[in-house]
T-cell receptor
Framework: SQTIHQWPATLVQPVGSPLSLECTVEGTSNPNLYWYRQAAGRGLQLLFYSVGIGQISSEVPQNLSASRPQDRQFILSSKKLLLSDSGFYLC????????????FGPGTRLTVT | AQKVTQAQTEISVVEKEDVTLDCVYETRDTTYYLFWYKQPPSGELVFLIRRNSFDEQNEISGRYSWNFQKSTSSFNFTITASQVVDSAVYFCALSTLNDYKLSFGAGTTVTVRA
């Protein structure tokens, strides 16, 4: 069966510091991968998605970036965090083709101070 | 562009009551996919159901049921005989044939009181 991991689970970072969140999927090959952000008390916003290694599509221009160095690894990064980057970050995977349901990881709760 | 509206922000019920969550969607695509997810207090989104635009059959899974009506662009979700464990935020979402991403509604917070 497939599993999706995210780490860290929680993170407190000062403004201006770098960020690296990691997501890995097990039990499947060539998945579509997604990063979402959920601000407190609000819905989910798609940040990035990837249909293959090295292929990244950005949905929202901001100071975040994503990379997919391996088939089942998806990384969310920032060089300098802003207060507005605080939120709950969720990684998700879906089958190749993109129209099946997406399965979400446990999330990373980021607080920028 | 796709849009999903969940007009109910919060619903509070007493255990064993039924609760219906509304979801209205907008899309110009003729082929699309509708989803419901549950987000318990732990935060992880749990997939509940997917419906294709060409399949309007309603579905029942235990205490959960879904009513898909293309004529009104709605995909409503009913929890029968609610339980405290049903307390969560529920999201409706939409994707289309030409788009990989899910467009989520704002979510409805369901609180079931014992």
């Amino acid at each position: 069966s497939q599993t999706i991991h995210q780490w860290p689970a929680t993170l407190v970072q000062p403004v201006g510091s770098p960020l690296s969140l990691e997501c890995t999927v097990e039990g499947t090959s060539n998945p579509n991968l997604y990063w979402y952000r959920q601000a407190a008390g609000r819905g989910l916003q798609l940040l990035f998605y990837s249909v293959g290694i090295g292929q990244i599509s950005s949905e929202v221009p901001q100071n975040l970036s994503a990379s997919r160095p391996q088939d089942r690894q998806f990384i969310l990064s920032s060089k300098k965090l802003l207060l507005s980057d605080s939120g709950f970050y969720l990684c998700a995977w879906g089958e190749t083709g993109g129209h099946d349901e997406q399965y979400f990881g446990p999330g990373t709760r980021l607080t920028v101070t | 562009a796709q849009k999903v509206t969940q007009a109910q922000t919060e619903i509070s019920v007493v255990e064993k009551e039924d609760v219906t969550l509304d979801c209205v969607y907008e899309t110009r695509d003729t082929t699309y996919y509708l989803f419901w997810y549950k987000q318990p207090p732990s935060g992880e989104l749990v997939f509940l159901i997917r419906r294709n635009s060409f399949d309007e059959q309603n579905e029942i899974s235990g205490r959960y049921s879904w009513n898909f009506q293309k004529s009104t662009s709605s995909f409503n979700f009913t929890i029968t005989a609610s339980q405290v464990v049903d307390s969560a935020v529920y999201f409706c979402a939409l994707s289309t044939l030409n788009d990989y991403k899910l467009s989520f509604g704002a979510g409805t917070t369901v609180t079931v009181r014992a």
